[in-house]
């Protein structure tokens, strides 16, 4: 076997070995990730987000990522940031499943450079926050409901303490006469 | 029923094909016919004693590129299925290639996608040649010509589908692809038209 030719195999065991990482990793994620392009397209998924979204890969795969949330303007602005910035973590946006449901999401993202450090897409993640949410929602309303509750207490405190000042008041000016008469 | 004298012709083609377009024919089958019309595919491949491995073959073997062919028309004549059906195949091939995955950086706009196109075919067949002859960056109009490939008329219908999905990667909108010119109707060439959709 001539060098160039072992070279070849070795070259290529090494190229089916990073295949087969590759699909392992992907199948692996327990997250919701998608490749994108700097056109917005949606490249590539994992199974998590094939679940996720309710759509199969040949389904979704092509498509513009705006389809996939409620305010595809929102989408353009973060589609923006990413492109200034490295990575963009966190942001709250309603996605959109197979069945238009609407499910808020944190999105985080981080861009993808070629060696000639050009921008040529993005990894995409989602992570469903409708737990906290409807966490958040019931914290909001328990606060509320508190609130009235204490505002309620402070009127009737206010109430009270008005007819003891009048009480008080009163008491001072039947003093005042009592001490009148006694003169 | 394909014929066996058919296929020993295709095997005699010069050339070879990635192990990719294996891939993504099975997983297409997956989709359309389960794990029993798979398995089917399977026991049919292994009567005819061809050597593909749908399922475990990897994306960057090279095989005789007969193969390509044969793989359609036996997929075709397994499922019954319409040519319209083999056309559809291509169109999704790109959602499941892993040579799309590794080519990711070709597909960040029109021009730089168009410009990448030679090397794109390269990446999957030893011969023929792919190339851009049109480019209107404005219209999103091209024209590509496939010189040096005459298999088959299925495969001709394939890529008309694998290159419309291809468009819509990088122009971000529903395209169209209709193949104008064909080397089995007499021309030197495949044609093949890309546009936005009106």
Redesign the interface.
């Given at each position: 076997m001539s060098l160039n030719s072992k070279r070849n195999n070795e070259t290529?065991e090494e190229?089916?070995r990073l295949?087969s990482y590759?699909?392992d990793f992907w199948q692996f994620l327990p997250l919701p990730v998608c490749?994108i392009?700097?056109?917005?397209?949606i490249?590539?998924i994992d199974k998590v987000f094939s679940r996720f979204s309710g759509y199969?890969?040949?389904e979704i795969?092509?498509e513009?990522l705006g389809k996939l949330f409620s305010s595809p303007e929102k989408v353009e602005e973060f589609k923006k940031e990413i492109l200034e910035k490295e990575t963009v973590l966190n942001r709250e946006l309603v996605f959109l499943n197979k069945d238009k449901k609407e499910i808020p999401v944190s999105i985080s993202a981080m861009q993808?450079k070629?060696e000639k450090a050009?921008?040529?897409?993005y990894f995409f993640s989602l992570t469903d926050i409708s737990e906290s949410k409807k966490f958040q929602e019931r914290l909001k309303k328990e606060i509320e409901k508190k609130t009235e509750d204490l505002k309620e207490k402070i009127d009737e405190l206010e109430r009270m303490n008005k007819i003891m000042i009048g009480r008080e008041l009163k008491m001072v000016e039947l003093k005042e006469k009592i001490q009148q008469l006694k003169k | 029923m394909i014929d066996k004298g058919k296929l020993e012709n295709l095997m005699k083609i010069k050339g070879e094909a990635k192990g990719v377009v294996f891939q993504t024919d099975g997983k297409y089958v997956l989709?359309k016919e389960g794990e029993e019309g798979f398995k089917k595919l399977e026991k049919r491949v292994k009567e005819l004693g061809l050597p593909i491995d749908y399922r475990k073959g990897?994306?960057?073997?090279l095989h005789p590129i007969g193969l390509r062919t044969i793989s359609l028309l036996l997929i075709k004549d397994t499922f019954n299925w319409p040519d319209e059906e083999i056309r559809n195949m291509g169109y999704?091939a790109?959602?499941?290639s892993?040579i799309?995955?590794l080519l990711?950086?070709f597909?960040?706009?029109f021009m730089k996608f168009m410009t990448e196109v030679p090397r794109y075919w390269e990446k999957h067949y030893t011969i023929g040649e792919l190339e851009v002859v049109k480019l209107d960056e404005k219209t999103k109009d091209a024209v590509l010509h496939l010189k040096g490939v005459k298999f088959h008329p299925l495969f001709c219908l394939y890529l008309e589908g694998y290159y419309e999905?291809m468009y819509?990667?990088?122009?971000?909108k529903k395209g169209e692809c209709r193949e104008t010119k064909c080397m089995f109707k007499g021309d030197p060439y495949h044609e093949y038209v890309l546009k936005l959709k009106t």
């Open positions: 290529k190229v089916s295949e590759v699909k490749y392009n700097p056109v917005n397209v490249l590539d199969q890969p040949a795969i092509g513009d993808r070629d050009n921008f040529i897409g | 989709e990897k994306a960057l073997d999704i790109p959602t499941t892993f799309v995955k990711m950086k597909f960040v706009s999905r819509q990667f990088i122009v971000g």
